[in-house]
């Protein structure tokens, strides 16, 4: 007999058993300190091994645990599915998904039966191997335990994932491991773990050092409206290969951007090698009528964004390499990458210089490539053209930016520009509120309780590219999406008639005609009328719940001006109109302005937001900035009868 392997199977069965009991006795105790959840996990772990095999090549694997108690009765006999995500460079080499019973069903162990392999969908997604194996576990109440069980093999050793400190729920205990072979060197670094609940233990032997992460009884970090990206306050590991070492010759890999670029450079150093007649014939009846670099190129991405449809593939490696531009020009669709690929050979056909592929990440992702110098920073594709000294970011996967302005989603972000040997990192401006501007000129009436009238709106930069993109989805009902950009007073708001202006045409202002109506929009109180002159009241609805843990994402700083004319109606007489206000602070500014005349009422308005994020510790001084801002936009106007 094996008495080692017995002894083992036995010291684990009796672990299994105590932990069982264990978890019995804390049922109460957890639901207790957590009275308003359903569900806890009591361990969410992963371990990873980081080894060199026979070929000398470096290896990682992975097995990971998770394991919850849910706190509650739920619907009975309810079902659960949990999942993992694999694709052709992560593997799963083994699973094992099974439910406790709770303590009247004797700790039962029912292995899972409903398991079912999907596709990861995604409506940007065209072509993916990324997929789902789904776990239904069933027959689930108060007290019953839900483990899932999983091995991972990593083809790319250089791709590895993020671990995640939270979740939405409570957590027990949430550890990361990470065992190394000595001939390895890794590089790590947490994130948001200010007041470092994290807590590192190392242990070496002959041949490994094994580096432990834990944190027990994590912080919980909901779902958040407007949420800037999970990474910018969730406490979180990334770790990388900074080196390994054969025969005593020493390689580096990741830590600095210059190990980053040189895998990257892998991945383009072959597109683009064969010059495709067809395409640098196209290009050439392109720009025959460009009489400068800046005209060329500004058709180059005119074409790549209404030519090529855009369309992501994640499908292995597919998910990093551009495909050659002829293929591109050829097929008519493609990904970010893709699309960056035929902008840069079609000037290189156009004898447009310093035209590159760029590397990004986009606003979800808070790292700069100082301090996250992997493949983890980045998530993005983009073309670059540079001209005395100034550059202009080229994302065609936005059909409707104007061409010399950056994506709504890569403001303020580095971008990593390829040069063949050389690199360089540029910050992404982040566009002025003024760029950003909507217009709104309109003027109306009283008819009994409704008011009427007519005007015009216009949008620039960023906010004309976000309408038109939206409204680009919009396949029926484009009247009710109008109205919601109009916003007119309430939700009472008809749009009579409406024409739409430049819509093609992106170095103009997407403009909208409109005629309008507002049933019950002013309150009558005996002989006198109120009034609410602020039809459209930006940003107060952005006031935060002040307990928010994440960062909020306003997408663009932008100015709002409406300029408005009430006519006064036949017999009566305005016996108030509220005082002209001025207001700036950190956070955003505004300035009314009322302006009585003989016949009308002209109020002028603006309101602008002086910043894109908003921090949970700004989030009061925020509230508080909107709550004065809303006070103002509640003020009415009173009518009496003469």
């Not at 776990?135 to 839900?146: D, V």
């Not at 202006?501 to 109180?525: C, G, M, R, S, W």
């Not at 307990?547 to 932008?558: G, H, N, P, V």
Request: glycine share 4%; with cysteine; aromatic share 12%.
């Amino acid at each position: 007999m094996n008495w080692q392997k017995f002894f083992n199977i036995k010291l684990s069965l009796i672990f299994f058993l105590s932990s069982l009991i264990s978890y019995s006795q804390n049922l109460t105790e957890l639901q207790n300190k957590y009275p308003d959840e359903s569900e806890i996990a009591l361990e969410v772990s992963e371990h990873y091994f980081i080894s060199l095999n026979k070929n000398n090549e470096i290896e990682v694997k992975s097995n990971s645990v998770e394991d919850y108690l849910l706190l509650k009765n739920t619907s009975a006999g309810v079902s659960i599915n949990e999942s993992l995500v694999f694709s052709e460079l992560i593997s799963v080499t083994a699973f094992e998904a099974y439910t406790i019973g709770n303590e009247a069903e004797k700790f039962k162990k029912t292995p899972v039966k409903i398991i079912v392999d999907k596709p990861y969908n995604s409506s940007s997604v065209f072509d993916s191997d990324t997929k789902l194996k789904v776990f239904t576990f069933s027959n689930l109440s108060q007290g019953t335990r839900k483990v899932l069980k999983h091995n991972l093999d990593f083809k790319d050793p250089m791709l590895l994932h993020r671990f995640n400190f939270t979740a939405g729920i409570p957590s027990v205990s949430r550890k990361i491991v990470l065992t190394v072979d000595k001939s390895i060197e890794i590089g790590y670094k947490i994130f948001n773990d200010t007041d470092h609940l994290v807590k590192l233990t190392t242990e070496e032997n002959k041949k490994n050092t094994t580096y432990t992460f834990v944190i027990n009884d994590a912080p919980i970090f909901r779902n958040e409206p407007k949420t800037a990206g999970r990474s910018y306050e969730l406490p979180h590991l990334h770790f990388w290969i900074s080196s390994y070492t054969i025969k005593g010759e020493k390689t580096p890999v990741f830590g600095k951007v210059e190990g980053l670029y040189k895998y990257y450079s892998d991945f383009i150093k072959n597109v683009n090698k064969t010059e495709d007649p067809a395409l640098k014939k196209f290009t050439l009846e392109l720009v025959k009528d460009a009489k400068t670099n800046d005209e060329k190129m500004e058709k180059i991405f005119k074409f790549a964004q209404e030519q090529i449809k855009y369309v992501a593939f994640e499908s292995g490696y597919e998910g990093f390499i551009p495909r050659n531009a002829s293929l591109v020009f050829e097929r008519k669709f493609g990904d970010c990458k893709d699309m960056s690929s035929i902008m840069t050979e079609m000037a290189k056909y156009a004898e447009v210089p310093n035209v590159n592929l760029t590397w990004i990440g986009t606003r979800e992702l808070p790292y700069s490539y100082e301090e996250l110098p992997t493949p983890a920073v980045d998530n993005h594709m983009i073309a670059t053209y540079e001209r005395n000294g100034e550059i202009i970011f080229l994302d065609a996967t936005d059909s409707q930016v104007p061409f010399g302005l950056p994506s709504e989603f890569i403001q303020g972000k580095e971008a990593l520009i390829s040069n063949g040997d050389l690199f360089k990192i540029v910050k992404v401006p982040t566009l002025t509120a003024d760029q950003n501007k909507y217009e709104d000129v309109y003027s109306y009436v009283l008819n009994g309780n409704k008011i009427e009238g007519k005007g015009k709106l216009k949008t620039n930069g960023l906010t004309r590219s976000y309408y038109l993109n939206v409204m680009s989805d919009i396949s029926k009902n484009r009247k009710k999406y109008i109205e919601g950009i109009l916003e007119r007073g309430n939700d009472k708001l008809n749009v009579v008639s409406f024409t739409e202006n430049n819509i093609q045409d992106k170095t103009l202002p997407y403009e909208i005609d409109y005629i309008f109506e507002n049933d019950n929009y002013v309150v009558h109180a005996g002989d006198e009328t109120y009034l609410n002159m602020f039809l459209h009241k930006p940003l107060i609805d952005l006031i935060f719940d002040e307990e928010r843990k994440t960062t909020a994402d306003l997408d663009r700083l932008q100015n709002f001006e409406f300029k408005t004319a009430f006519k006064i109606p036949e017999n009566t007489k305005v016996t108030y109109v509220p005082e002209n206000v001025t207001f700036e602070d950190a956070f955003i500014k505004y300035k009314i302005n009322f302006n009585k005349t003989a016949n009308e009422i002209l109020l002028n308005y603006t309101i602008e937001n002086k910043k894109t994020y908003i921090k949970p510790s700004e989030v009061k001084s925020w509230n508080e900035s909107l709550k004065k801002l809303k006070s103002n936009l509640n003020e009415t106007i009173v009518i009496k009868k003469a």
